[in-house]
Antibody
Framework: EVQLLESGGGLVQPGGSLRLSCAAS????????MSWVRQAPGKGLEWVST????????YYRDSVKDRFTVSRDNSKNSLYLQMNSLRAEDTALYYC???????????WGQGTTVIVSS | SYELTQPPSVSVSPGQTVSITCSGD??????AYWYQQKPGQSPVLLIY???KRPSGIPERFSGSTSGNTATLTISGTQPMDEADYYC?????????FGGGTELTVL
């Protein structure tokens, strides 16, 4: 069964750091681009970052550039998101998703919650 | 920055057909994707590459494009289709989601 399982969320003070993890199973992880998408409480989906399946290219939304770093370890079938200098507006449910252009994000995890508050 | 515009809400009666639009500059030159999200659940990919349905997605869901507008059409809408729907596209090296449309099945 194809599955994505996020972890690492929690409560952190403004300016703090967190590292999210996404463990993949049931498919050849290295063959796919992987993304992080977040959803603030009561709000819509917001793309955060993508790590390409090959070539090592990474992409970020402007508001997280220089604060967040996406990485992957294909030997561990895992995707990561290092989040530094966290702000209240980063509070959201963070989803890990498989795929991107041209076939879409066809598999999603259940999400992990990040709350940035003092 | 690139934006995709969707109507905030749409309503439909059971068994009827409903369309949800998504507009964006030069959207016709890009692929459009559609996702369904029910309360408390993760999003599900409904349509990719404008018109294609992943396996397991019912045939009543279809996608189309015309000019700078992508459209998701649900034929024979069922009460279980009540959900939020999001369009998505790539703009250069960024992923953009529309604001979402809340579908109510009355």
């Amino acid at each position: 069964e194809v599955q994505l399982l996020e972890s690492g969320g929690g409560l952190v003070q403004p300016g703090g750091s967190l590292r999210l993890s996404c463990a993949a199973s049931g498919f050849t992880f290295s063959n796919y681009a992987m993304s992080w998408v977040r959803q603030a409480p009561g709000k819509g989906l917001e793309w955060v970052s993508t790590f390409s399946g090959s070539g090592g290219d990474t992409y970020y939304r402007d508001s997280v550039k220089d604060r967040f770093t996406v990485s992957r370890d294909n030997s561990k079938n895992s995707l990561y998101l290092q989040m530094n200098s966290l702000r209240a507006e980063d509070t959201a449910l963070y989803y890990c998703a498989r795929g991107t252009n041209p076939n879409g994000m066809g598999v999603w995890g259940q999400g992990t919650t990040v709350i940035v508050s003092s | 920055s690139y934006e995709l515009t969707q109507p905030p809400s749409v309503s439909v009666s059971p068994g009827q057909t409903v369309s949800i639009t998504c507009s964006g500059d030069k959207l016709g030159d890009k692929y459009a994707y559609w996702y369904q999200q029910k309360p408390g659940q993760s999003p599900v990919l409904l349509i990719y590459q404008n018109t294609k349905r992943p396996s397991g997605i019912p045939e009543r869901f279809s996608g189309s494009t015309s000019g700078n507008t992508a459209t998701l059409t649900i034929s024979g809408t069922q009460p279980m289709d009540e959900a939020d729907y999001y369009c998505q596209a790539w703009d250069s090296t960024t992923v953009v989601f529309g604001g979402g449309t809340e579908l109510t099945v009355l």
